[in-house]
């Protein structure tokens, strides 16, 4: 048990991150207080979780920067099922761009009043990816189901970030997370495809694939100069006039196909290349 996760001011023998092992699973305990447990493996953390009285579990899972599933945390019940099915055939529809030999398979989550989607079979290189893909959803789902996209969090993109774990509640608020249709644990051989983190198996989704889906889905507006934050040096500019060179990490490098306005240094470029990271556009005349 550690009290800290990677807090810098405490010894290291106090701080989760510091005894992590490749494989490990970490998971957070959200009381009056704060812990942090490392299982050696998804079949040990199981077998502890199982023993708890659901009461007593109150856990997050702590997703680390690197291979990952796709997952959207929705904060608003979905009273509609036609909505609903329209939200998976959504996700299902850029899955399948994105992989066309994907298995079809996601699972819903019913936490009271709002939802966890996850995407088990597949997995994306960094929680950048997956950010990436959520705007592409919510670009789509906006055209029908408006309050959906307004309700879906894009802050569980993070480089760590807490997700909560299957057959957990918030402290003190007694509204577990289960699949849909069941009230109870589900048992590992499905309890493990609702981890995000857990990606033995899962087949990788190619993140020039994600780039490019999203420069071809026009998901970045052209907004007014007044909106920019010329201090950033990044802008919005027209994605339909440059193709993926290549990948470094979360950024991707974009090459020039044809002439487009750059809203941020107010002129045509011609030639210029432009690069990203995440989801927002840099253009390399900035300030040149």
């Known amino acids: ?113 709002s939802h966890h989607i996850v995407v088990p079979g597949l997995a994306m290189d960094t929680s950048g990816c997956c950010h990436m893909v959520a705007n592409i959803i919510c670009h789509i789902l906006a055209t029908r189901v408006l309050y959906v996209v307004d309700a879906i969090d894009l802050d569980v993109y993070k480089g760590t970030q807490m997700f909560r ?24 051989e499905l309890f493990h495809k609702g981890v995000i983190g857990h990606v033995s198996g899962c087949r990788m989704v190619d993140t020039d694939d994600i780039v490019a889906l999203a420069l071809s889905s026009h998901v970045y507006r052209i907004p007014r100069w007044d909106e920019m934050n010329p201090e ?21 490098i974009l090459d020039r196909t044809r002439p487009s306005y750059c809203q941020l240094c107010r002129r045509v470029h011609e030639h210029e290349n432009a690069y990203m990271i995440g989801n927002r556009m840099y253009c390399r005349r900035y300030r040149r």
Not at 4 to 23: F, I, K, M
Not at 37 to 55: D, G, S
Request: net charge positive; hydrophobic share 30%; aromatic share 12%.
């Open 232 to 252: 950033e040096g990044s802008t919005y500019m027209d994605t339909r006039a440059f193709t993926v060179r290549r990948r470094m990490g979360d950024m991707t």
């Open 1 to 113: 048990m550690y009290r800290y996760l990677n807090n810098p001011e405490v010894p290291s023998r106090q701080r989760a991150l510091d005894n992590y092992q490749p494989g490990d699973i970490i998971v957070q305990q959200r009381t009056r207080d704060t812990r942090y447990y490392i299982y050696k493996n998804l079949q040990e953390m199981y077998k502890a979780y199982t023993r708890m009285h659901p009461v007593s579990r109150v856990f997050n899972e702590v997703i680390l920067e690197g291979p990952q599933k796709f997952r959207l945390d929705i904060d608003t019940w979905i009273k509609d099922e036609d909505d609903m099915r329209y939200v998976v055939r959504t996700i299902s529809r850029i899955m399948r761009c994105l992989v066309p030999s994907w298995d079809k398979e996601v699972f819903i989550y019913d936490i009271s009043c």
């Open 165 to 188: 774990m299957e057959g957990s509640t918030k402290h003190m608020q007694y509204r577990w997370k289960y699949l849909r249709g069941m009230s109870e644990l589900t048992p590992i």
